[in-house]
C-alpha cells in the first residue's frame, strides 16, 4: 500500500503466538470468536499493539511510560522477552474490535484485517519511524473523506469504510461505547469520488463478503448523463446519484443480481427514465428497453458501446467508452480479486471467451463493479486468464490426488484460499469441472468427478 493513507499496524508475527504473552496480554472476555483459537485472538491484539508503537510511538501498556527501546518492537521476538523483562503488560483490554476484512477470492495477496480502537493518551503525537513510514498526523475523519474525494489521497476500501464509520460518531466515547456494545452504525456519509471528467462513482452502502466496500454506481457524461447500475434503496445514497447526474437520461444495467438493481424502483420514483439491460426481462421491478450487443449509448461528451459479455451472468454486459480507452466492467472484471462463476447462469466457458473478447479492445483504464479502477487493463485481462487457467489445472490436479466430490476439490484446489471462504470458492470450482466436462477431460456419477486421462 506505498503512498496510501493507513491506520498503524502490520502482520503477525511468529512471536505474537507465543502462549507465554498470556502472562503479559491478557484476552479481553468475549473477543475471540467462537470457533477462534484465543491464542490467533491474542496474537492480533499483541501485533496491533506491538507495530503502533513500532511505527508511530503509541505505547498502549503498563507502566505508562515505555521501560524499553522503541527499536526492540522490529524485532517481534526481541519484544517479547523485553516485555516480559520489564514487567510490561499490554493495555489489550484498551482496545475495541471495529471490524475485520478478509481480501476477495483470486486477489494476488491475501489479508485477514482486523480493525481495533482506543484511546490515545492525552496530547499523544505520532513520531513516524521513518524506515516504515513517510508521514504521521491527526485528521478527522471529515477532514479525511473531504481529501479523498477531492483525490488528494489514497486509501483502500477498508479503511475508507472504518473511516466513514467513524465519521459517524461525536466524540471518542460515543464511538468507544458504540463499538463495544456490538451496535449496528451506519457507515457515515455517502463516498463519490469523480474518476475523470465524464466519470463520478458512487458508492453503494451494501459492503458484504460479495461486495467488497459496496458496488460501484457510475454516473457517466457531461449532460445528458447516465448512472449504471444503481445498487440500493437508500435516501442518502440516492441524493448522491442525482446530485451529479441532474441531467439523468437513462439508466444502465451491466447485469441483474440484486446487489446491480436494488435500487432503481427508487430511483425511478424520483425521475422517470428508461432502463436498459441485456434482454427483456424486468429489471429491480422495472421493464426495460432491451439493450443489443454492439448498441450505442450517446451520452454528454462521449458514447458507450454495448459488449454483450456473459459469464458471471447470462445477461452481463460491459461498456465501452469510446475514443477514451475506458471500459465499465460490470462483475467480469473486479479491483481486488477475482470474478465469482456460479452455474446455472454463470458458465466458464461463456466467461473465458468473454475475457478473449474484452482483451482485443486494449483497454487502458476498467473501472469495475466493485472495489477500486484499475489502470493497465490489457495486463489485468491476461492476469484473470491466467489466473483462471492455473486454477483449472490445479482442479485437475486435486482429481488426480484423489478428490471426487466439489467439496474435496476445493480443499486441494484453493488451498491457499482461507477456509471460511471455500464455499464461496465452491460455486466457480463447479464451474470449472462443468467446462472439463464438456471437454470431454472430467466426468461424473452421483456428484462424485474423476478424471478421463482424455487428451
Not at 465519521?167 to 457507515?187: C, I, K, P
Request: glycine share 10%; with cysteine; proline share 8%.
Amino acid at each position: 500500500m506505498g503512498g496510501a493513507i493507513v491506520f498503524p499496524g502490520g502482520a503477525v508475527a511468529r512471536a505474537d503466538l507465543d502462549e507465554r504473552w498470556s502472562a503479559a496480554a491478557p484476552l479481553p472476555d468475549g473477543l475471540s470468536e467462537e470457533d477462534e483459537d484465543p491464542a490467533v485472538a491474542r496474537a492480533a491484539l499483541v501485533c496491533a499493539l506491538r507495530e503502533s508503537f513500532e511505527e508511530v510511538g503509541l505505547w498502549l501498556a503498563d507502566p505508562p511510560e515505555s521501560p524499553i527501546d522503541r527499536d526492540t518492537s522490529e524485532d517481534p521476538g526481541a519484544f517479547l522477552a523485553a516485555c516480559l523483562a520489564a514487567g510490561v503488560r499490554l493495555r489489550t483490554d484498551d482496545l475495541v474490535t471495529a471490524g475485520r476484512w478478509v481480501t476477495p477470492l483470486g486477489a494476488a495477496l491475501r489479508f485477514d484485517a482486523r480493525f481495533f480502537v482506543a484511546r490515545a493518551p492525552d496530547r499523544w503525537e505520532p513520531v513516524p519511524d521513518p524506515t516504515e513510514v513517510a508521514d504521521a498526523r491527526w485528521a478527522t475523519p471529515a477532514e479525511t473523506l473531504t481529501e479523498l474525494t477531492s483525490g488528494t489521497i489514497a486509501m483502500a476500501p477498508p479503511t475508507i469504510e472504518m473511516v466513514q464509520l467513524l465519521d459517524e460518531f461525536a466524540s471518542v466515547d460515543d464511538a468507544l461505547d458504540a463499538f463495544r456494545a456490538g451496535r449496528s452504525v451506519g457507515t457515515g456519509a455517502i463516498l463519490a469520488v469523480r474518476l475523470s471528467p465524464l466519470v463520478s462513482v458512487v458508492l453503494a452502502p451494501n459492503p458484504g463478503v460479495m461486495t467488497g466496500p459496496g458496488t460501484n454506481t457510475y454516473v457517466v457524461g457531461s449532460g445528458p448523463t447516465v448512472v449504471i447500475d444503481p445498487a440500493v434503496d437508500d435516501d442518502e445514497y440516492l441524493d448522491a446519484i442525482l446530485e451529479r447526474a441532474p441531467d439523468l437520461a437513462e439508466v444502465l444495467i451491466t447485469h441483474r443480481h440484486p446487489d446491480h438493481v436494488g435500487g432503481i424502483a427508487a430511483l425511478l420514483g424520483r425521475k422517470r427514465v428508461p432502463v436498459r439491460a441485456f434482454g427483456g426481462t424486468p429489471a429491480g421491478g422495472a421493464e426495460v428497453v432491451p439493450l443489443g450487443d454492439g448498441d450505442a449509448v450517446t451520452v454528454g461528451g462521449g458514447t458507450l458501446r454495448v459488449l454483450h459479455t456473459p459469464g458471471h451472468a447470462s445477461d452481463h454486459v460491459c461498456f465501452l467508452l469510446e475514443g477514451a480507452a475506458t471500459l465499465f466492467a460490470g462483475d467480469n472484471i473486479l479491483g481486488e480479486g477475482t470474478a465469482v462463476i456460479a452455474p446455472p447462469d454463470g458458465d466458464m466457458r461463456a466467461y473465458m471467451s468473454s475475457l478473449d473478447r474484452l482483451r482485443t479492445l486494449h483497454v487502458d483504464r476498467i473501472f469495475p463493479g466493485h472495489f477500486r479502477p484499475l489502470d493497465g487493463g490489457t495486463t489485468v485481462i491476461d492476469s484473470y486468464i491466467a489466473h483462471r487457467k492455473e486454477r483449472e489445472a490445479r482442479i485437475v490436479a486435486a482429481l488426480s490426488e484423489g478428490a471426487a466430490t466439489v467439496e474435496e476439490v476445493v480443499a486441494i484446489a484453493y488451498a491457499d484460499t482461507p477456509s471460511t471462504l471455500h464455499p464461496i470458492a465452491r460455486y466457480s470450482a463447479l464451474a470449472h469441472l462443468e467446462m472439463l466436462a464438456d471437454d470431454g477431460k472430467v466426468a461424473s456419477s452421483d456428484g462424485r468427478w474423476q478424471p478421463t486421462n482424455v487428451e
